[in-house]
């Protein structure tokens, strides 16, 4: 089984969240890039998404859909978050971009308060895949 034929067996919503956190998680950053004072947290999400996205291929490959999965994103979103919200505290920036950056935050934010429950699940003991046919 492959990890899209593994997330297809999820909820609807689980589903939509993935493809929502996607396209915000490359999109908006790619915008950021564009303009000189938001570049390097643009530059700084698109390789987080990326090593993010390999990290759980990774792990899909070696264990599986199981809770574990949230890990990389665990490791690598958290920090990239608190730079992200450093940076949005500066009076200096562009609005659009400002708002770019709100939105990512947030969608990061929740998506980190799955992932750190999925991890704390996981690690709690519950290791089975997740809402996978038997």
């Known amino acids: 089984m ?3 034929e593994a997330v297809a067996f999820q909820p609807m919503w689980v589903q939509w969240w ?3 956190l996607t396209i915000v998680t490359i999109a908006l ?3 950021l890039v564009f303009h000189n004072k938001t570049r390097i947290i643009g530059i700084v999400v698109l390789v ?3 090593a993010g996205g ?3 291929q990774w792990l899909f490959d070696q264990f599986g859909y199981v809770r574990l999965l949230s890990l990389p ?3 690598l979103w958290t920090p990239a978050l608190i ?3 450093i940076v949005l505290r500066r009076p200096d920036g562009v609005a659009w971009a400002r ?3 709100i939105a990512l935050a947030a969608v990061l934010a929740v998506s980190l308060a799955f992932d750190w429950w999925s991890l704390i699940v996981y690690l709690s003991g519950q290791t089975a895949p997740v809402n996978l046919p038997v």
């Open 48 to 50: 987080t998404s990326f």
């Open 18 to 20: 993935l493809i929502i």
């Open 54 to 56: 390999f990290g759980v």
């Open 2 to 4: 492959t990890i899209e």
């Open 83 to 85: 730079y992200l919200v």
């Open 99 to 101: 708002y770019a950056g």
């Open 29 to 31: 950053p790619v915008l």
């Open 73 to 75: 994103h665990v490791i």
